[in-house]
Each structure stands twice: as C-alpha cells, then as structure tokens.
C-alpha cells in the first residue's frame, strides 16, 4: 500500500477566551489549496472550576476565492467544553522528555481521560495529556512524553473537549472562529490544520 505524505501545522496555538461580556478569538487564515485533503482539529478545554453552561462556540469557515466575502461557514457553529472542570496544581516541577505530573491530589483524574495542564508562564507552552496511570494522590503519568517543562504554577483540568472538521476539497482557505458569551469560565482553545498532500 502507497505510503500518504502527512503534515499538521498550527492555525491557532493555545490561546486564552476570557470570561466576562462577549470574548472572540479568530485563527490564522490556512492555506488548503495544494492539498489532498484537509481537515481542523479544535480543541477547547475549560481552566476555571466555576461553571461554564454554554462553552466556546466554535464556527470554521472556508473560502473558494481570495476576498473577505468569500468567506462561508462551512458546518454549523457548535458548543464546545460545556462543564466545570476539575482542578489540581502541579505539585513538584515536571520536566520535559518524561510523563509523569506530581499533584497532591488525583480525585476525578482518570485513566483513559485527557487532561489540559496550563502553564503558568505562557499560554503556549500548555499541552493536553492522555492519563495513562493514576497514583493515588501521588501522581499522574502521561502515554507520553511532556513537550513542555511544567512549572509548580502550572495547573491539570479535567475538561477537554476535541473535534475534527473535514475540509471539502474545493475550499481553498481555513479559518476558525472562537467565542465565548458565557460569563462563567474561561477557555484555552488551540486549532491545527491536518493534511496530507501527496499519495506514493
């Protein structure tokens, strides 16, 4: 079977939409153009424990041609990372190239769940983790390695919400938009574009 040329790159790296009034937060314009086949990853994730009863509406948008009214919605704008989330500092630095998060306390981190771990330096440097093993109240350890260096200000939540979009072949250019009309929480949201180019 022919091998398929991959690429992922970042339309939207982890970035704050912030409670209070009406928070919006637009990616980067991708260019899909030369692609096989595209699709948005989007992954909205809640780091505040008070209740969020409507989350992030997520919209992506396509365009056939270069001018702004081009633009379309391209599914429906979707609710996403509705709930309260779970908290738990990082109690003993974690360092990049390892798996496991030291915290005081494991309660309703669970194997087999995902969780955000917030950076409390840059926004950027946040990733999600898929929870492979729970020490009681010691710690939690990753599938895989952190790509970040996780300070003791750094916090896990448990709310991370994730959805793929396929991207029809005609679009030509990607967009995602963010919004947070709740007053209740905010939300750490990232896209990326996933692409192949090529089939040998």
Do not use: C
Not at 70 to 98: C, N
Not at 128 to 137: K, M, Q, T, W, Y
């Amino acid at each position: 079977m022919a091998d398929a040329l991959k690429a992922n790159s970042v339309l939207l790296d982890w970035t704050d939409v912030l409670q209070g009034g009406v928070s919006l937060e637009v990616s980067a314009v991708g260019d899909v153009s030369t692609t096989l086949a595209t699709g948005v990853a989007v992954v909205v994730a809640s780091h505040s424990v008070s209740a969020n009863e409507l989350g992030v509406l997520v919209a992506v948008e396509g365009r056939v041609g270069p001018n702004d009214e081009d633009w379309k919605s391209l599914y429906p704008p979707l609710r996403m990372g509705a709930g309260t989330a779970l908290s738990e500092a990082v109690s003993i630095e974690a360092t990049t190239g390892q798996p496991t998060i030291a915290v005081a306390s494991t309660t309703g981190f669970v194997v087999g769940s995902k969780a955000l771990v917030h950076n409390g330096v840059a926004d950027v440097d946040s990733e999600i983790i898929l929870i492979d093993v729970v020490n009681v109240n010691t710690s939690l350890v990753a599938l895989n390695n952190l790509k970040n260096t996780q300070q003791t200000s750094a916090i896990l939540y448990n709310l991370v919400a994730e959805k793929y979009f396929p991207i029809p072949d005609e679009i030509s250019n990607v967009r995602v938009w963010f919004l947070n009309d709740d007053g209740n929480a905010d939300m750490l949201v990232r896209a990326d574009i996933a692409q192949i180019s090529s089939i040998g």
